[in-house]
């Protein structure tokens, strides 16, 4: 205790203090949060580091400022002020100067925030707004708690074939990220596709005022974000912004997630690893070399096959077909671009490494439903020995122990070998729900994701298969 409590006074400390303001995306309330929970202030950055620029830099310096001048002021109150009080004071000031820093850097973000950059960000959206409503590109948006960044590639891999297609890099999904974006346009895209970020309610009906889509996803609707929205309703209206928005326009939900099917209406297109549309799938097999399966309708039929794994990407992948055909794709185009369709990096990645172990790497996959599919593709895979390694989910508010155990439970169904667990806070509940299931496989813990990673090669031998469930970022720590 005494050390995370010296950890305060720690030169480190500002740093952590403007690396925590950064990995919260500037967020006051999710920066708060994390100093509220946070002790060991000294080892805050762990997964990633401080990235320097003008705005880190110059809250750094103002940390520093503020920390300067309160311990300037202690030592300058202990040699001139008069004896008791200047001990009182000295040691008043030493105590509460960290949390004076933490708390007080929070005026100047809000200065730079309001005078600075939203006066910049106003511009800059306003003329990517401009710039949209002269683009005669057709828009597709994406909007879900979890899939939109494999829809997204799936899409442009699809559309690619036949057409000049243009989506924001990584994960841009903010107004100021798609704006940018937006500046750096041709002009001559036939097809633009937008990811739609969700963390407040409003923040889809924004983005939709902004890329004017003509075309709708929705991926599903989880607990992904439930520490902010609260409760699963607020997440799903507002995920479903962008139906109200497109109108009449066509909106494909996903029929296999509850909450998302439940909020659909009539007139939407639901789609799911048995239909989609006029589709009929058939024939579904999956392994660790990709997906196939048979897709009908009345008079045509498709024979599709995608590098893309598990059977929870057939729906995903029958909405890009159905999307092609309908904008004037051939069949032949558009099965050529199914079959160049692959998985995106760190969501269910295949990699072999020298030794012959094949590793999944899931480690940008944090959410209820794709967790259970995950688990329900390892669970096809009879011929091998398994292991699943994780840190458990993060911002699932008050549904973080029920979620957790249910993973314990559907790898225990599973038959999963081996469970390797990172300590934290809820990982636990997984080991409980594993133990309710009467789970007969090994459970390992280890201290951090880094150690469990470097001890992997001591667990396992050639031919086996490690599944990499999710990060746990430093804000979470």
Avoid at 52 to 62: A, G, P, R
Avoid at 357 to 379: H, K, M, R, W
Wanted: net charge neutral; proline share 4%; hydrophobic share 40%.
């Amino acid at each position: 205790m005494t050390k995370d409590w010296l950890t305060r006074y720690d030169l480190q400390y500002p740093r952590s203090l403007i690396y925590m303001l950064q990995a919260s995306e500037y967020n006051i309330r999710d920066y708060l949060r994390w100093l509220a929970r946070t002790k060991d202030f000294a080892h805050v950055e762990k997964r990633k580091q401080l990235v320097k620029n003008k705005k880190t830099i110059l809250l750094l310096v103002i940390a520093w400022i503020i920390s300067l001048t309160l311990y300037i002021l202690a030592i300058y109150i202990l040699f001139t002020g008069t004896i008791p009080l200047k001990y009182i004071e000295f040691f008043a000031i030493i105590l509460v100067a960290p949390y004076i820093v933490a708390y007080g850097i929070i005026l100047p973000l809000t200065s730079i925030k309001f005078l600075i950059q939203k006066p910049i960000e106003y511009f800059i959206i306003k003329k990517a707004k401009q710039i949209l409503v002269s683009h005669k590109g057709f828009k597709i948006a994406i909007a879900g708690s979890y899939g939109k960044t494999t829809m997204r590639e799936i899409l442009k891999t699809v559309l690619s074939e036949d057409k000049k297609v243009a989506t924001p890099p990584g994960n841009h999904n903010t107004p100021l990220g798609i704006s940018t974006f937006i500046k750096s346009l041709a002009g001559d895209e036939d097809i633009l596709i937008f990811e739609l970020g969700e963390y407040y309610p409003g923040d889809v009906k924004k983005l939709c005022t902004l890329v004017r889509p003509d075309l709708g996803i929705i991926t599903g609707v989880n607990e992904a974000h439930l520490e902010k929205f609260k409760t699963i309703d607020k997440t799903a209206r507002t995920i479903f912004e962008l139906a109200d928005y497109l109108g009449d326009k066509p909106l494909y939900v996903n029929k296999e997630n509850t909450t998302a099917s439940q909020y659909a209406s009539p007139s939407h297109i639901l789609y799911s690893r048995e239909k989609v549309g006029k589709w009929f799938v058939s024939d579904p097999t999956t392994d660790l070399t990709g997906t196939s399966f048979i897709l009908k309708n009345n008079s045509e039929t498709l024979a599709v096959h995608s590098r893309l794994l598990g059977s929870h990407q057939i729906g995903p992948l029958a909405v890009a077909i159905d999307i092609a055909i309908c904008t004037g794709m051939a069949h032949e185009s558009t099965l050529r671009g199914i079959a160049h369709t692959k998985p995106c990096d760190h969501r269910l990645e295949p990699k072999i490494d020298s030794s012959g172990v094949i590793t999944l790497d899931d480690s940008y996959n944090g959410n209820p439903d794709g967790v259970s599919a995950v688990i329900e593709f390892l669970s096809s895979l009879k011929d091998y020995h398994r292991l699943y390694v994780t840190p458990g989910l993060v911002e699932m508010g008050a549904q973080t122990e029920s979620i957790h155990k249910k993973i314990g439970h559907q790898l225990a169904s599973a038959d999963i070998e081996k469970v390797v667990l990172i300590k934290n806070s809820v990982t636990p509940f997984i080991e409980q729900g594993l133990k309710e299931s009467k789970y007969h496989g090994e459970i390992i813990w280890f201290k951090d994701a880094l150690t469990a990673f470097a001890s992997l090669s001591q667990l396992t031998v050639p031919g086996d298969v490690v599944l990499l469930q999710n990060d746990w970022p430093d804000q979470y720590n």
